[in-house]
T-cell receptor, first 113, second 113 residues
Framework: DAGVTQSPTHLIKTRGQHVTLRCSPI?????VSWYQQVLGQGPQFIFQ???????GRGNFPDRFSARQFPNYSSELNVNALLLGDSALYLC????????????FGPGTRLTVT | QKEVEQNSGPLSVPEGAIASLNCTYS??????FFWYRQYSGKSPELIMF????GDKEDGRFTAQLNKASQYVSLLIRDSQPSDSATYLC?????????????FGKGTKLSVIP
C-alpha cells in the first residue's frame, strides 16, 4: 500500500510569493493534518481536516490556509511568504479524526529567499 | 500554552544498553501521549502511544506514563546503532473537537557501537 505522498519534494520561493503544497493521504484515511517543522525544532501543528471540514487550527497567521478535497487529498497554501516560513512542511494522515495512529508523509522542504 | 519539554541531548549510550528518554508536559488536560522517531532528513514515524498510567511495552520499547507527575518516558532496551535518531515526544489534548499533537523539540540519541 502506498503511504502518504506529498509534492513537491523541494521548493524555492522568493519573499512575498505564494506557495501551494499538496498531500495525498493513505487510501481509506479521511483525516489530514499539516505541520511545520523548523530545523532543530519539533513539528508544529497548523491545521487538521476531516471529511473536508477544518477541525483544528494552530497558532499560525491568516496567510496560511488549507482545504481538503472530496478524495481526501489536501492543499496547504501560504501567501506573502516570509523568510521565517522556510521549513519542512509535513502532512499526516489518519483513518479518523481521533485516530491514535497518524502517519507522516516525506514532507516538502520549502526555502524562502 | 501547552508545552512539551525534552532534553535536547545528545544522549549517548553504548550498544546493548538501555536508553531512557524523558518528557514532561504542562497541560493536565492532555489525554494521550506519543513517541515518534525521526532520522536525519526524514519524516517522523510513530513508535508507540500511551494513554493510561503505567507501562506499555512493544518489543524493545517501553513507554511509561505518570499523569500525576505529568511525565512520560520511553525506554529502549538492547539499543542498536540503528536506533540513533531524534526522538520526539508528542502530547494530544482533545478539546473543542481538535486532535492536534503538540511536540517537544526532540532528544537526539546516539548509540555507540
Amino acid at each position: 500500500d502506498a503511504g502518504v505522498t506529498q509534492s513537491p519534494t523541494h521548493l524555492i520561493k522568493t519573499r512575498g510569493q505564494h506557495v501551494t503544497l499538496r498531500c495525498s493521504p493513505i487510501s481509506g484515511h479521511k483525516s489530514v493534518s499539516w505541520y511545520q517543522q523548523v530545523l532543530g525544532q519539533g513539528p508544529q501543528f497548523i491545521f487538521q481536516y476531516y471529511e473536508k471540514e477544518e477541525r483544528g487550527r494552530g497558532n499560525f497567521p491568516d496567510r496560511f490556509s488549507a482545504r481538503q478535497f472530496p478524495n481526501y487529498s489536501s492543499e496547504l497554501n501560504v501567501n506573502a511568504l516570509l523568510l521565517g516560513d522556510s521549513a519542512l512542511y509535513l502532512c499526516a494522515s489518519s483513518v479518523g479524526q481521533g485516530s491514535y495512529e497518524q502517519y507522516f508523509g516525506p514532507g516538502t522542504r520549502l526555502t524562502v529567499t | 500554552q501547552k508545552e512539551v519539554e525534552q532534553n535536547s541531548g545528545p544522549l549517548s549510550v553504548p550498544e546493548g544498553a538501555i536508553a531512557s528518554l524523558n518528557c514532561t508536559y504542562s497541560d493536565r488536560g492532555s489525554q494521550s501521549f506519543f513517541w515518534y522517531r525521526q532520522y536525519s532528513g526524514k519524516s517522523p514515524e510513530l513508535i508507540m502511544f500511551i494513554y493510561s498510567n503505567g507501562d506499555k511495552e512493544d518489543g524493545r520499547f517501553t513507554a511509561q506514563l505518570n499523569k500525576a507527575s505529568q511525565y512520560v518516558s520511553l525506554l529502549i532496551r538492547d539499543s542498536q546503532p540503528s536506533d540513533s535518531a531524534t526522538y520526539l515526544c508528542a502530547v494530544r489534548y482533545s478539546g473543542a473537537g481538535s486532535y492536534q499533537l503538540t511536540f517537544g523539540k526532540g532528544t537526539k540519541l546516539s548509540v555507540i557501537p
